[in-house]
């Protein structure tokens, strides 16, 4: 494992430790009989199947880091991967999932769907991200059962089917009431989606599924950045979790001379100026403190209006500069960004801490943090921790410090295939 610096020595002793306090969470609210990890921390939380990709990977980079054997790492994947290829599969509503994707949210004990959810396309895409990291990741002999069934997870979903006739895909389909109205418009999270599922070596999207949503994306001029755009921070930066984009170009970033790495430091870049800005004269927003992105926040019920706007969003994806943003800042946002622009994660970071040490119980962030509410006792804050923000965190910090899961990622058949098949060329792919 390839060791880079992340600022200082006190720099990087901060980073480790954040990062070590975002994997416990994954061994915390997991069931290591079924290898499912829950949603939030929140009592009674189901599992989320996304949080549970991001967590396969936390594992690999936990045994690099010397926080778990690498026996112990292996027994947890293939129990979270033999849960997954025996739980049930059919139109049925109280199954696992169907046409091989899986429901958005299980019942952490059957494993069985909860909440009335969808089968997500998004979702089931990144634990599938996170199973085929394992399966670059733990190549031993005695592990060929890890890659087997990594291999047949992967092969049995019905890629075609999620496009339900369309040119771009579905976000999901219910078994009450079949495929959502609605599909992937504009640049987003779905990137990987699409590469995945253009590199299936059994039941591939076609290509022109990846160039067809390509012509719904927005390249704008914003607050002095050229971007393609999309508000919220997550959407850059799930798929370059596991893919590094750094001079791999598709169609649409050859002819903007651009790549999605350098898009997502524009990003960030946009986010910075955004908050020194400030348009709605939100607290805590600063050049220095920023990271507007999906997590929770307050609700209007109870709350004092924010200026002269009274809406309280909840749990939603916010972003900039065209909202929503109700003053709800995302604490794990800045230092997420670790990969892509390490000054301004690490001042951002510090920052924050030394300002509102209270978004850091535990050495973990919570999800939201609205300073502009309940100002007397330092500001509006989320209860608990959310899985996807600290599996997130858990490999992007890797990705800054060694690459570890970018490297593996580099190695696989699926990535590379799925790459070359949505026309990507240059970087470490080649011609």
């Not at 299936?200 to 704008?220: D, M, V």
Request: hydrophobic letters at 40%.
């Amino acid at each position: 494992m390839t060791h880079r610096t992340v600022g200082s020595h006190a720099d990087t002793a901060l980073v480790s430790r954040l990062q070590r306090a975002a994997f416990e969470y994954i061994l915390r609210y997991s069931n290591p009989g079924n290898g499912l990890i829950a949603d939030t921390s929140r009592p009674g939380s189901p599992c989320s199947i996304a949080v549970v990709g991001f967590g396969l990977a936390s594992y690999l980079i936990a045994v690099e880091r010397g926080w778990l054997r690498r026996s112990e790492a292996a027994r947890r994947v293939l129990t979270t991967l033999r849960t997954f290829r025996d739980g049930p599969q059919g139109p049925e509503p109280d199954v696992m999932g169907y046409k091989g994707f899986y429901y958005h949210f299980l019942d952490m004990q059957t494993g069985r769907r909860v909440w009335n959810c969808e089968v997500s396309l998004i979702d089931t895409t990144l634990l599938l991200a996170g199973i085929l990291t394992a399966a670059q990741y733990f190549d031993a002999r005695r592990e060929r059962e890890l890659r087997d069934t990594a291999a047949m997870l992967y092969e049995r979903i019905d890629w075609p089917w999620a496009q339900h006739d369309a040119p771009t895909l579905s976000q999901g389909w219910h078994p009450q009431f079949g495929f959502l109205h609605y599909g992937w418009e504009g640049y987003n999270e779905a990137l990987i989606l699409y590469i995945l599922g253009l590199g299936s070596p059994t039941l591939p999207l076609p290509k022109s599924s990846f160039a067809n949503w390509t012509l719904t994306y927005q390249w704008e001029r914003l607050l002095g950045q050229d971007v393609l755009y999309s508000g919220p921070l997550f959407t850059h930066l799930f798929s370059q979790a596991w893919i590094d984009f750094r001079a791999l170009h598709d169609a649409f970033m050859r002819e903007k001379s651009s790549d999605y790495f350098q898009n997502t430091c524009r990003a960030i870049a946009l986010q910075r100026e955004y908050c020194e800005r400030n348009p709605r004269q939100a607290a805590g927003y600063g050049r220095d403190i920023w990271g507007i992105s999906a997590g929770d926040g307050p609700t209007i019920r109870g709350k004092r209006e924010f200026f002269s706007d009274n809406r309280h969003f909840g749990y939603m994806a916010r972003g900039v500069p065209y909202g929503p943003d109700d003053g709800t800042l995302c604490p794990w946002a800045m230092l997420a960004c670790l990969p892509f622009a390490a000054d301004a994660a690490l001042a951002g970071t510090r920052n924050l801490l030394e300002k509102f040490p209270q978004v850091c119980p535990e050495d973990r962030f919570a999800s939201g943090f609205n300073p502009s509410l309940n100002t007397e006792s330092g500001g509006w804050l989320s209860e608990g921790w959310y899985g996807l923000d600290q599996g997130l965190l858990v490999m992007s910090i890797e990705n800054a410090r060694s690459g570890l899961i970018w490297d593996l990622m580099r190695d696989s058949p699926a990535v590379r295939r799925g790459l070359r098949h949505c026309g990507f060329r240059g970087g470490w792919l080649g011609r």
